[in-house]
């Protein structure tokens, strides 16, 4: 199963895009990138995902880069809500069914 | 309202009791799935469905088991709970395979003593 690397944490500023790197250098070609993120002790919540194209929607922009090997999820202007823990996931295709494997992902602090 | 609810939001029980956290949902969605996140860390998957009546492991099922004769309904059962499986569990469902989006319940929080 495809793993994901993301570095633990990350400051970003009010109002400045949010970068958030990750690393899934051993997807297969018919593996989606995901991502969520989790406010507190909230459920996760769905932001975007894409397979081979970048993805933008009205949360965020995702950019997959040619190899497939990464992506980084950006947030166009981080708002103080938008501090929480973010999860990049490869979803997983097995048996019929489909599995979500989450990691630990980045906590991102929006400073005001 | 329509979603995704979970029962109790909060448990605490003793070592060596049986418990059993209950999830529904109102979509009748194909899959649904068992996560759970200790102090600090990620979700770590538990058991996974894709169907009533079709169940399968995930990362740490051991001491867990798992049902699912309705579709909207998605037990799991601590069988004998330990002092390693206080935590915080969330359940979750997508539509099916055309489904991207994963839903969250708002998670129980269980303390074994």
């Known amino acids: 199963d495809a793993k994901t690397t993301q570095p633990t944490s990350m400051d970003c500023a009010e109002g400045r895009a949010a970068n958030l790197p990750c690393n899934h250098s051993?997807?297969?070609?018919?593996?989606?990138v995901y991502w969520y993120r989790q406010i507190h002790s909230q459920g996760p919540q769905y932001i975007i995902h894409?397979?081979?194209n970048n993805e933008t929607n009205e949360m965020a922009s995702l950019i997959i880069t040619e190899d497939r090997k990464s992506s980084t999820l950006i947030l166009p202007h981080a708002t103080l809500r938008d501090t929480a823990v973010y999860y990049c996931?490869?979803?997983?295709?097995?048996?019929?069914?489909?599995?979500?494997?989450f990691g630990t992902g980045t906590r991102l602090k929006v400073l005001a | 309202d329509a979603g995704i609810t979970q029962s109790p939001r909060y448990k605490i029980t003793e070592t060596g009791r049986q418990v059993t956290l209950m999830c529904h949902q109102t979509?009748?969605?194909?899959?649904m799935f068992w996560y759970r996140q200790d102090l600090g860390h990620g979700l770590r998957l538990i058991y996974y469905?894709?169907?009533?009546?079709?169940?399968d492991k995930g990362e740490v099922p051991d001491g867990y088991v798992v049902s699912r004769s309705k579709t909207e309904n998605f037990p799991l059962t601590l069988e004998s709970a330990t002092r390693s499986q206080t935590s915080v569990y969330f359940c979750?469902?997508?539509?099916?395979?055309?489904?991207?989006?994963?839903?969250f319940g708002p998670g129980t929080r269980l303390t074994v003593t």
């Open positions: 979750a469902s997508i539509p099916g395979q055309g489904g991207y989006e994963q839903y």
């Open positions: 051993t997807i297969s070609g018919n593996e989606y």
């Open positions: 996931i490869v979803r997983v295709v097995g048996s019929g069914t489909y599995k979500y494997i």
């Open positions: 894409g397979l081979k």
């Open positions: 979509w009748s969605h194909s899959y």
């Open positions: 469905s894709a169907a009533a009546d079709i169940t």
